[in-house]
């Protein structure tokens, strides 16, 4: 089976919706009235309780001192403490107790321990069942209250995402504390690097591997029905995850530690190979898929090479809302044969909501605004990226015409030829995102000689690897039924980055447990 070839059977695992019956709705409805504020309450009290404890593990050491592990009375009174502590607040969420299944190895066996499937922040409650191993947050997390005492007490690493300089001082105190032959307490890490659904495995990202030392494999299971615990891309709130968790009389959870995985030297030599082997070993064990999806900024994606295609195109939720408007389809062709005309004639193609609002003929602006935030972040579009896109996966002008007018558009210099940058801006209007790894890309379309109209032509349709973006993903998009968008399950060797080295969610919840940079 080709890598994008569509299967009916792959699991979207960013998308969530929990199965209620009516009678389970208005069980949660009687319980919730009472269970929820005072679980809540509880919880909160608890967790308050470890910001003074926190606090006084690591009171009046230096900053030399805090740079070594904490040792002596303070280990053992704290840390039992905070052991305590912390349990009771997931006690008081409904986790009234923890199954273990298998065994966890020592500190010299595995320095690090990868946890997977992450499903939500309420993942946190490995960290009590391992015994409060040090984890991996978000530099601006320190600055948050109780959160902030909270690694500290950790002894944390710490990494800002923005800071290249960061994400490398990172990179080696990680290396530097699963290497130190157990002067470190044991390291966790959520290697998915993002909150999935559990019903596949998404791309590990190699942090938790670049020491290449032993790892010890731990599964989160939520076997209880309903299952209320999984907050992702899409599906539950927040909110409605402590609802419906706390609204359960108990929640059920296993935690099963899998034998400790050696790595071969080839797979201490390539820390994204090791990563990979680890994924597949633990999806076995899962009975789930491994698959190479990762959440890269906004969007869920697959990788093909270093090209990101998004599971869910916007382009078809753009057309899935005109459609909602009664548009019709050739209604929706005439405004992208303008669109492409206007853009032709060298005006300014970032519109507004309002303008993009008259140019569609819709009835409302609250439309329009949608659309611009399936393409940016704020109330503007350029209007090249959704005419390219909507035109790709709706069939409207055949693919060779697309690129030639879109190599129009994005050649910047206009001397016939792309730069690194061009490509990229090329290839994300065309798919629907941004490109950030064009590069590898770009170096095998300048290969074949100057990177011109008629050499990207020739590369979309025979690269071994990139032909698939005009063979088979647009192609599939555009015969999509809407649950799946058209993107198939499969693997392939590309680079990834981990839960702290590579584009994820920056999702809340990762403050204790880790987070993607």
């Known amino acids: 089976m080709t890598m994008m070839k569509r299967s009916a059977h ?88 923890i199954r273990v299944k298998g065994r966890q190895a020592g500190l010299k066996e595995a320095p690090v321990l990868v946890v997977a499937p992450h499903s939500g922040f309420l993942d946190m409650l490995v960290v009590c069942a391992t015994g409060l191993p040090m984890v991996v947050s978000r530099s601006e997390n320190s600055r948050l209250p109780v959160i902030g005492a909270l690694l500290e007490f950790n002894q944390s690493v710490l990494v800002s995402r923005k800071d290249p300089e960061s994400r ?35 791309k590990f990202k190699p942090g938790a591997f670049l020491a290449g030392v032993p790892v010890q494999p731990v599964l989160l299971h939520y076997p209880g029905e309903p299952d209320t615990v999984r907050w992702t891309w899409k599906g539950l709130t927040w909110l409605g995850t402590l609802w419906h968790t706390t609204s ?42 491994a698959t190479d999806y990762v959440m890269e900024g906004r969007f869920p994606v697959q990788k093909l090479g270093n090209l990101s295609l998004p599971l869910e195109p916007p382009a078809q939720e753009t057309l899935r809302l005109l459609r909602e408007h009664s548009l019709t389809i050739a209604h929706v062709e005439s405004v992208m044969n303008r669109v492409i005309d206007s853009c032709h004639s060298g005006q300014s193609t970032i519109v507004t909501a309002d303008h993009l609002t008259t140019l569609l003929g819709l009835k409302d602006r609250k439309t329009a605004v949608k659309i611009c935030s399936l393409y940016s972040k704020d109330d503007t579009v350029d209007l090249r990226q959704v005419c390219l896109s909507v035109s790709a996966v709706s069939g409207f ?87 799946h968008n058209g993107i198939p399950n499969g693997k392939n060797n590309n680079n990834g980055i981990y839960n702290g080295f590579g584009a994820g969610s920056g999702t809340s919840h990762q403050a204790f447990t880790g987070t993607a940079v």
């Open 168 to 202: 490398k001082k990172c990179v080696s105190q990680i290396c530097e504390r699963v290497k130190s032959d157990g002067h470190w307490p044991q390291m966790l890490m959520f290697p998915e690097g993002t909150t999935t659904n559990g019903r596949a495995l998404i």
């Open 248 to 289: 359960q009389i108990y929640t059920s959870v296993t935690v099963e530690f899998l034998p400790v995985y050696t790595p071969s030297q080839e797979e201490k030599q390539n820390p994204d190979l090791y990563a990979e082997n680890v994924q597949k070993l633990m999806a076995k064990a899962l009975r789930v898929p």
């Open 397 to 483: 002008r055949s693919l060779e015409s697309l690129i030639r007018t879109a190599f129009t558009w994005y050649d910047s210099d206009q001397d016939g030829l792309l730069s690194a940058g061009d490509l990229s801006d090329l290839m994300g209007a065309l798919v629907g995102i941004p490109q950030y790894g064009g590069a590898e890309m770009y170096t095998a379309l300048t290969s074949r000689g100057p990177p011109t109209e008629a050499s990207l032509q020739d590369f979309l349709k025979m690269h071994p690897v990139y032909r698939k973006v005009l063979s088979e993903y647009l192609h599939s998009s555009r015969l999509a039924d809407g649950n």
């Open 10 to 97: 792959t699991p979207h695992p960013f998308a969530y919706e929990v199965n209620i019956t009516t009678a389970q709705r208005i069980r949660g409805i009687i319980l919730g009235v009472v269970l929820f504020p005072v679980r809540i309450a509880l919880a909160t009290l608890f967790f308050l309780l470890m910001w003074p404890i926190a606090r006084l593990r690591l009171a009046g050491l230096s900053e030399a001192e805090r740079a070594e592990p904490v040792r002596g009375w303070r280990q053992w009174l704290f840390h039992h403490i905070m052991l305590f502590l912390s349990r009771a607040v997931f006690f008081f969420m409904g986790f009234l107790w």
